[in-house]
């Protein structure tokens, strides 16, 4: 099981910035991607910032160049920075990991989820 505790968010103007905390607690060691995802009012979840198993980055499209996701493997903590804002990055933002264990032999990947955290971009 693992917990994953968002922090941060709340309300910016276009052109300013902001910045998400997202704690883990749990069985950490079988954790291999960590990072955000976002879903704007009457859209899909989409990826914005996650490192993958092999510790690489990967950013969602239009978020490339203004956003940077860092982490603290010690604290268990994933970091969104999130720069230039556009109101169309209002959405909620919420933490995701994947965890990976094997039952019967085979492999599954098990995805958790924060409650989300909204983040609002006024124009």
């Known amino acids: 099981q693992v917990d994953l505790v968002e922090s941060g968010g709340g309300l910016a103007q276009a052109g300013g910035s902001l910045n998400l905390t997202c704690t883990a607690s749990g069985s950490l060691d079988t954790i291999k991607t960590m990072g955000w995802y976002r879903q704007a009012p009457g859209k899909g979840r989409e990826l914005v910032a996650h490192f993958t198993s092999s510790g690489s980055t990967n950013y969602g499209d239009s978020v490339k160049g203004r956003f940077a996701i860092s982490r603290d493997s010690a604290k268990a903590s994933v970091y969104l920075e999130m720069n230039n804002l556009k109101p169309e990055d209002t959405a909620v933002y919420y933490c995701?990991?994947?965890?990976?264990?094997?039952?019967?032999?085979?492999?599954?990947?098990?995805?958790?989820w924060g409650e989300g955290t909204l983040v609002t971009v006024s124009s």
């Open positions: 995701h990991a994947a965890r990976l264990v094997v039952l019967r032999g085979h492999d599954n990947v098990i995805h958790y």
